[in-house]
């Protein structure tokens, strides 16, 4: 079954102790990006990578850090987490940038 | 930065009747404007999508409108349903420099049966 997954689900971390989500694609797809969402604010992405070894910044990349080192896995690295990056956390993968977007499950963090 | 402006926030219709969404982007190098819907508590989907040299896309109740010029595009439900009832998300990037992606904020969609 093609899909993105995440994980975890659900994470509840206090400040400044490092974590990691992961987000996996069995789709061979290049683009992958990670996005939070936020009430009133919508999806803001954080980073994207358009493929192997390729990452760049999207919109609020402050405070975060992926890497792509294989084609199917995009984690993103909260080395020191503040309470301000409780969010909602989605991966979301596709063949190129302008091809339809398909989102993981979703990550809830809670930062305390 | 690039910018993409959505309203309302909130529409409320009645079922059977139309509802439009709009959004306004600011980076005129936007070339490829999707909407994704996203039911309570679910990952977004994508509904409907457009590229900057088509001006109109229909897909059965679904539309959506493009104008370059004025750097804006819309959605168009008609004949609503209850199982319309969501958040919709409209997003523009381009292939030129950035490969960013920007969405707005949100409209909820309430369709009143």
């Known amino acids: 079954e093609a899909q993105v997954t995440q994980n975890p689900r659900y994470l509840i971390t206090v400040t400044g102790k490092k974590l990691t989500v992961t987000c996996s694609q069995n789709?061979?797809?290049?683009?992958m990006s990670w996005y939070r969402q936020d009430p009133g604010l919508g999806l803001r992405q954080i980073y994207y990578?358009?493929?192997?070894?390729?990452?760049d910044k999207g919109d609020v990349p402050e405070g975060y850090k992926v890497s792509r080192k294989e084609k199917r896995n995009f984690p993103l690295i909260l080395e020191s987490p503040s309470p301000n990056q409780t969010s909602l956390y989605f991966c979301?993968?596709?063949?190129?940038?302008?091809?339809?977007?398909?989102f993981g499950p979703g990550t809830r963090l809670l930062v305390l | 930065g690039e910018n993409v402006e959505q309203h309302p926030s909130t529409l409320s219709v009645q079922e059977g009747d139309s509802a439009v969404i709009k959004c306004t982007y600011s980076?005129?190098?936007?070339?490829?404007f999707p909407w994704y819907k996203q039911e309570l508590g679910k990952r977004p989907q994508l509904i409907i999508d457009i590229r900057s040299n088509v001006g109109e896309k229909k897909d059965q109740r679904i539309a959506v409108t493009l104008n370059k010029t004025a750097k804006h595009f819309s959605l168009h439900i008609t004949e609503t349903q209850p199982e319309d009832s969501a958040v919709y998300f409209c997003a523009a990037t381009s292939t030129s420099g950035t490969y960013k992606y920007i969405f707005g904020t949100g409209t909820r969609l309430k369709v009143l049966a």
């Open positions: 980076d005129s190098a936007s070339n490829y």
């Open positions: 789709m061979n797809h290049e683009y």
């Open positions: 990578s358009m493929n192997v070894e390729v990452t």
């Open positions: 979301a993968s596709s063949p190129s940038p302008q091809e339809t977007q398909y």
